[in-house]
């Protein structure tokens, strides 16, 4: 069992504020798991969100039911594995959990600050965290993480301190609040300024906590927190106390609790209020509304995450719509925009924005897996001989070994790469270490997502049936199409799009055309080969095309062919290739007129 330890350290130092305001002779708490290596290259800082704090992981001695906030997380043989990474969790100025807040005195005044604490940012957070680093003597984190408002201070890591960066892990989070979001925040400050013991925020000296807007406050920000379909199934409209003898079973009172989402919600706000900070509660929710790193650059965030130089992971969950899957890909599109290495995973989960404290499996095996990723890039720097994660075992079929060598000779060196369902990621892996090419590759399926992040190539987990709005026009130097046309719904769409986004475009697919395919047909049954080894009542093939279909497609969308040929048992074969091959290959681009610059 992990031991959490509560450490402090204190700054007299002023930390000049973005809002113009300065605060001095203030304490940091946090907390530290792991063992820091010997060049301190393997620090993980942990960022917080809105009520959480510097208590990470682990419990504190003979405390029950102490355990950290993201312990299912962070941990001796847990995803960031405290047997290789030296975690450090810090508790963020302006909070009531330790470090300097409202709740303690002012040097300068001699009294509490109460609401005289000045506003604080994301960004102050994180100049307060590197003043932390840098006494600890850690320049360089191996990653920086967070989910929610934490996802938002791992991104303002990357933009302020880009140079000492090496990855961030991204969870729930978004690059600014939507206009529904500022709502639901103003509307929980207002029931906290409202309270009639609040006191202008000076509610200390006269003994007394605003409970009553702290309830209202934590409700409003619960209900954002689940998914519909989860307060359905936990609470439906089961009632707390049914009346004997009515019909219905309501008391028909405006006033009484009668639905168990109505207890619930009231048990959540009363926990709440007994713990939490008023003032905390206001410089946080306003904290989250200010953070927007691409005003500064007149609303274009691709232009302000130019600035980041690592690498990232970033993870949405598909019931979140307080920070929808949309606002990952917002930043996902930027990056990609600046060619940073970034992996992008939609974790199709239930439970609404507070998925990403919860065990989901897919979510925790990914995460897993990338900071195993990162640990064998600190002892391969090192020196440290180790085994490499073997990708996971996953269910496709694609071009064998092979063909997929032809495939990559086709890709000029140092090319930028996209590979539209790149499966496990073998290709991109092959082009990156054998023709020195970078890129992206798009996948829906989990287990696909989770082996290219095992093998380190870049993944974004996306449908190709909703397009390729996120990437811009000859934005790729080549756009790969293997073993995917046959999978998609809008086949003639994806082509274009594919002739759009890459300067050169390179499809390969199960040529339906090739001579044992005709006899099966000829025989009265669909074919069973190798390239197309189901049975036609359970294929995920939903297209079927020989060599002469696509040839034609090709000519009426205006696509130019460079190169078309066929592959058998990883051969070319140039003569008659609708008959003699299983895989037709086309190698093709816009016509000059049509050609996007």
Not at 10 to 36: C, K, M, N, V
Not at 200 to 214: A, C, D, M, S, T
Not at 356 to 370: K, Q, W
Not at 461 to 483: K, P, R, T, Y
Request: with cysteine.
């Amino acid at each position: 069992m992990l031991i959490a330890t509560p450490q402090s350290m204190s700054f007299a130092a002023a930390l000049p504020l973005q809002s113009g305001a300065a605060i001095r002779d203030y304490a940091l708490s946090y907390e530290t798991y792991g063992t820091l290596n010997a060049d301190k290259s393997n620090a993980v800082l942990i960022c917080h969100a809105l009520n959480a704090s510097h208590h990470v992981a682990g419990v504190y001695e003979g405390q029950d039911k102490s355990e950290g906030w993201w312990d299912n997380m962070i941990g001796p043989g847990k995803p960031v594995d405290t047997n290789h990474f030296f975690v450090i969790g810090v508790n963020n100025l302006g909070s009531c959990f330790g470090s300097t807040g409202p709740m303690d005195v002012n040097p300068d005044t001699g009294k509490v600050y109460g609401a005289d604490f000045p506003v604080v940012t994301v960004e102050d957070w994180v100049n307060a965290q590197a003043r932390l680093l840098d006494a600890l003597g850690i320049q360089t984190l191996a990653a920086v993480m967070g989910g929610s408002l934490g996802g938002m201070q791992a991104l303002s890591w990357t933009l302020q301190y880009a140079s000492r960066v090496r990855h961030a892990v991204v969870v729930a989070s978004a690059p600014n609040l939507n206009a529904e979001n500022i709502a639901f925040n103003e509307v929980a400050r207002r029931a906290i300024v409202t309270d009639p013991e609040f006191h202008g925020g000076h509610f200390y000296e006269h003994g007394v906590v605003p409970k009553r807007g702290l309830r209202i406050a934590r409700m409003i920000g619960h209900i954002t927190y689940l998914s519909d379909d989860v307060m359905n199934e936990k609470f439906g409209r089961q009632l707390r106390e049914a009346v004997v003898g009515s019909a219905t079973g309501y008391k028909y009172s405006t006033q009484d609790v009668e639905f168990q989402i109505e207890s619930y919600l009231r048990y959540q706000g009363d926990k709440f209020s007994e713990y939490f900070d008023a003032n905390t509660y206001l410089l946080i929710t306003r904290a989250l509304d200010y953070f927007d790193p691409a005003r500064a650059h007149g609303g274009n965030l691709t232009s302000a995450l130019a600035q980041a130089a690592c690498k990232f992971l970033m993870v949405s969950f598909s019931t979140d719509w307080r920070f929808s899957p949309g606002r990952s890909r917002e930043m996902v599109k930027a990056l990609v925009a600046n060619g940073r290495d970034v992996s992008y995973a939609e974790i199709d989960a239930p439970h609404g924005h507070d998925a990403f404290l919860l065990d989901d499996e897919r979510y925790l095996n990914l995460v897993r897996a990338y900071f195993e990723r990162i640990d064998k890039e600190l002892k391969a720097e090192a020196g440290i001989s180790g085994q490499a994660q073997a990708p996971a075992q996953v269910q496709a079929v694609r071009a064998g070994s092979h063909a997929l060598n032809s495939l990559a000779l086709l890709v000029p060196a140092k090319s930028r790469v996209l590979d539209l369902g790149c499966g496990d990621g073998d290709l991109l892996a092959q082009l990156q270490t054998q023709r020195a090419c970078t890129g992206y590759g798009i996948e829906i399926n989990d287990a696909h997502v989770l082996a290219c992040v095992q093998r380190g190539v870049n993944v974004i987990q996306f449908n190709l049936d909703d397009g390729l709005a996120l990437f811009g026009d000859a934005s790729f130097d080549v756009v790969l199409q293997i073993d995917t046309l046959q999978h998609l719904r809008n086949t003639e769409t994806m082509l274009r799009e594919t002739a759009r986004v890459g300067r050169l475009g390179i499809v390969a697919f199960p040529n339906f055309g090739h001579w044992p395919n005709r006899i099966a047909v000829l025989l009265g049954r669909m074919p069973v080969t190798k390239r197309l080894p189901y049975q036609w009542y359970d294929t995920p093939n939903i297209r079927v095309a020989t060599f002469k279909d696509f040839e034609a497609l090709a000519l009426k969308n205006q696509l130019r062919m460079l190169d078309a040929f066929g592959l058998q048992d990883g051969r070319e074969v140039r003569w008659l290739p609708n008959a003699l091959a299983s895989t037709a290959v086309f190698k093709l681009q816009r016509d000059s007129g049509t050609q996007h610059g």
